[in-house]
């Protein structure tokens, strides 16, 4: 760590860095242009983590351990999926696709289409591939940006079956066996199959493979997110701290 050479070109750089909240890459280029108006010298740059104590931000500042900065606090991780189950409706706009819409603006935003997912219902490969450009072409059209969100067909990250498989490892029976959604598909009369009593596994490793901090869901999924909780946590307590735990978001619409 090479110190600041010039103290007061590094508490005017401190002011622009840590007492503004962030570190911008504009204030490196401040601090360097004033570091060399003020002496000749560029300043140490020591970049810190956004959840950084004070108490070591004002000891770093009183050792002269250079220009002290915080790295911005991470965005907001947003999750969503649509099946292509069908064609979409008016119902599919107001619940689901309007809300994925607006908050593309408040964090990073990861849409998918959850094509493994129809594959409960919809047994024609060419039927969910139209469905699949439907759906697409449907978002794009609403109002989705591609340059604010990420956009994709859950099939085309084949690491998620994967990670389905090794969260099922520690999943227990009885959770999925309470799962409301798989005890409604039976009393209807939809056969029983694993795909159906396992979507919940497989929803959780679509939430956990991209560290999802909020999950917008209708109430009728609310339990998937709270499955999906349980799973985190359970695999945490035995290999680490692997997973982020997401929050539910319920949609007023639901």
């Not at 047994?123 to 994709?152: M, Q």
């Not at 959604?181 to 694993?194: E, H, M, V």
Request: proline share 6%.
């Amino acid at each position: 760590l090479v110190l600041c050479q010039s103290r007061k070109a590094k508490r005017d750089c401190e002011h622009d860095c840590v007492e503004s909240g962030g570190f911008h890459p504009r204030d490196y280029t401040a601090a360097t242009e004033r570091g060399k108006c003020l002496g000749g010298y560029s300043p140490q740059v020591l970049l810190l983590p956004h959840e950084t104590d004070w108490k070591i931000i004002s000891l770093l500042r009183t050792l002269d351990c250079g220009l002290v900065c915080l790295l911005p606090s991470p965005a907001m991780r947003i999750l969503s999926g649509i099946q292509p189950s069908g064609t979409l409706h008016v119902g599919n706009y107001f619940g689901m696709m309007r809300p994925a819409i607006e908050l593309q603006e408040q964090g990073e935003a990861y849409y998918f289409i959850a094509d493994y997912h129809s594959m409960t219902s919809i047994t024609d490969a060419g039927e969910r591939r139209k469905n699949s450009l439907g759906v697409a072409l449907d978002f794009l059209a609403c109002g989705l940006d591609p340059a604010k969100s990420v956009f994709f067909v859950q099939s085309d990250v084949p690491e998620v079956t994967e990670l389905t498989w090794l969260l099922g490892t520690v999943t227990p029976m009885g959770l999925l066996e309470r799962c409301h959604s798989y005890k409604d598909k039976q009393a209807k009369g939809i056969a029983a199959n694993f795909g159906l009593f396992a979507y919940p596994v497989l929803m959780a490793a679509d939430i956990l493979i991209y560290d999802s901090n909020l999950v917008p869901v209708g109430r009728d999924q609310k339990q998937h997110v709270e499955v999906t909780r349980d799973i985190a946590i359970k695999f945490n307590q035995i290999y680490g701290e692997v997973f982020v735990i997401p929050e539910p978001q319920i949609r007023d619409a639901s």
